[in-house]
């Protein structure tokens, strides 16, 4: 009985454990995009790829961006260093409109695709 109660807390303590670092590594991250180069790529028109430079402070402004599905990728020394899809208005795309929605790519993704 006294080794089964010790098991019994044994496991819940490392399912609380498991569960805090779960909810750490959940939260969003935040990409520095300073002195990076950005790539858009619109959905709705196939032909049309732009591309700007951060500045220092990760401020951008990419004009004419079509309206629709926009898929963004922030790279830095040939390595993908944030990503981002979303659905835009048109116009001039600015570190604003990626603002809560770049995540930081997986381990898998970091290294530069031909195509970018």
């Known amino acids: 009985m006294f080794f089964q109660n010790i098991c019994t807390k044994s496991i819940w303590i490392i399912a609380v454990i498991l ?16 002195n990076a180069e950005i790539i858009v790529l619109s959905s709705t028109d196939m032909d049309f790829r732009g591309m700007t430079n951060a500045d220092g402070q990760g401020h951008f402004l990419l004009a004419g961006v079509p309206a629709g599905g926009v898929n963004v990728s922030i790279r830095r020394n040939n390595q993908i260093i944030g990503q981002s899809s979303l659905i835009f208005d048109g116009g001039d795309l600015t570190e604003i409109q990626i603002q809560g929605v770049l995540e930081v790519p997986s381990v898998n993704d970091m290294k530069l695709s031909p195509g970018l």
């Open 19 to 34: 569960s805090f670092a779960t909810l750490a590594s959940a939260q969003p991250s935040v990409v520095d995009i300073a």
